[in-house]
């Protein structure tokens, strides 16, 4: 690539970063509540649109829309997750989960990893949206007497998250892929192309998991402790 291939590389992933430090930046430094940092960054992409000149009614309709749909779908799956859970709860089925996993006799890591375990799977079937709702509140707790980090668990979790959006038959990105490659490009061609992502994503967990001072480090400095 010359020159100036690499300066037009470079500066079209510009507004992509500074959309990602106005929505995250914003939380993290303090400045807007994460539902504020939503609103901003719905805001910054409208402008994004318009510089792009594909801002239109059509759009911000379509958009509202699709927003709707997905936070009714949000909605129904919180809803739903909160009664199977309170249900759970009711009939004592988060002791027996504590006990099964106390009488693994695993200790802190051992357990963390078996979570990692059922969540990597689980992403093979159920959306992040599910997998939060429904497995956090029943697994956290279990580690959380184990004394288990919960920034360090949770970030991890949000590390192994990701392998939901490529891991078939639900990943959410293959779809969208299938729906942009050409014709000849088969579903079973995605799946085998995605294979290494997945694997880079798992390599990332086990790095974050022997170091953890890679995620601990930066909130550590933030907010001490």
């Known amino acids: 690539p010359t020159g100036k291939e690499i300066a037009m590389a470079f500066l079209s992933t510009v507004p992509t970063f500074g959309l990602i430090l106005l929505v995250l930046g914003s939380i993290f ?21 318009a510089i792009n000149g594909r801002l239109s009614l059509k759009t911000i309709r379509d958009v509202g829309v699709e927003t709707t749909l997905t936070t009714c779908f949000i909605f129904a799956i919180f ?29 802190p890591t051992g357990l963390t990893i078996v979570v ?37 668990f949770l970030i991890l979790m949000a590390l192994m998250l990701q392998t939901s959006f ?16 050409p014709k000849e490009v088969t ?18 967990v086990v ?10 480090w930066l909130p550590k400095q933030m907010y001490g402790g």
């Open 187 to 204: 579903i079973g061609d995605i799946y085998t192309g995605i294979i290494p992502f997945v694997l880079l994503q798992m390599l990332m």
């Open 29 to 49: 430094f303090g400045v807007a509540t994460p539902t504020e940092a939503a609103g901003l960054g719905a805001a910054g992409a409208m402008v994004l649109a």
């Open 207 to 216: 790095v974050c998991f022997a170091y953890p001072d890679l995620i601990l």
């Open 116 to 152: 990692l375990a059922v969540v990597f799977v689980a992403g093979f079937f159920l959306d992040w949206f599910e997998i939060v709702l429904i497995i956090v509140p029943l697994l956290a707790p279990v580690l959380k007497l184990a004394g288990v980090d919960q920034t360090w």
């Open 166 to 181: 490529l891991t078939p038959p639900v990943g959410f990105s293959l779809f969208y892929l299938k729906g942009v490659v």
């Open 79 to 107: 809803i739903g997750a909160t009664v199977f859970a309170y249900v759970l709860r009711l009939i004592g089925g988060d002791e027996v989960i504590t006990d099964f996993f106390k009488g693994l006799g695993l200790g």
